[in-house]
């Protein structure tokens, strides 16, 4: 399968933990992005990484987040102390830059569950 | 006023059924556009990109109407396996590619 991998497909836990999910793009995407999904509503720019740099954050990142993406291939979303109102799906996509009207293509996604 | 709109939904209508989606969005300088299919508890996946000189693809239909900053998606004889959330994409090609979703109207296809 060639297309974005995204683990854990499932992570409960409980308020205050810290969870870690991983993305792994099309190999040769260098465009990586995350967005974060709540039922009934549309998926929200979280960030976004151009090889190994992180160039965009959306202003619902709180300090609480933090992505990497350290060699510019597989990227990582911390959430760090979680509260219940992160309850969502976070979904990764990739796309090429160089192909003209380029589309992001998603990841399965994480679904997170904060009790 | 949210960066991009739809019908609210949702969309219930019988096998064979024509429906059309509407969606607008804010931002004049926007310059592609997308239709997203997202089946329940999957991820979106693209259906068609919408041209300024409307596009077709077999029963669907999209338009696009830069004036009024208006996207349409028709779809003809619906079948069961189009019963989905359509969702409407405004890519403003900022410094990185700024997608930005709309909430997504609902349709099911009712037998």
């Known amino acids: 399968d060639t297309g974005v991998s995204q683990d854990p497909r499932h992570k409960i836990t409980k308020r205050g933990q810290n969870v870690t999910f991983r993305c792994d793009p099309i190999s040769e995407h260098n465009r990586l992005y995350w967005y974060r999904q709540t039922l009934g509503q549309g998926p929200e720019f979280l960030t976004y990484?151009?090889?190994?740099?992180?160039?965009?954050k959306s202003r619902l990142l709180s300090d609480r987040f933090s992505a990497e993406r350290p060699k510019g291939s597989f990227s990582t979303l911390e959430i760090q102390r979680t509260e219940q109102g992160d309850s969502a799906m976070y979904l990764c996509a990739s796309s090429h830059p160089s192909r003209s009207q380029e589309t992001q293509y998603f990841g399965p996604g994480t679904r997170l569950l904060v009790l | 006023r949210k960066e991009v709109e739809q019908d609210p939904g949702p969309f219930n209508v019988p096998e064979g059924a024509t429906v059309a989606f509407n969606c607008t969005y804010s931002n004049s300088a926007s310059q592609s556009f997308f239709w997203y299919r997202q089946d329940c508890r999957k991820e979106p996946k693209l259906l068609m990109s919408?041209?300024?000189s409307g596009n077709e693809d077999g029963r669907f239909t999209a338009q696009l109407n830069r004036a009024s900053q208006y996207i349409s998606l028709l779809i003809r004889d619906s079948k069961l396996s189009d019963s989905a959330t359509y969702l409407c994409?405004?890519?403003?090609?900022?410094?990185?590619?700024?997608?930005?979703f709309g909430p997504g109207t609902s349709l099911s296809v009712i037998p």
């Open positions: 994409v405004v890519n403003e090609e900022t410094s990185y590619d700024k997608v930005i």
């Open positions: 990484f151009q090889n190994e740099a992180q160039l965009e």
């Open positions: 919408v041209y300024s």
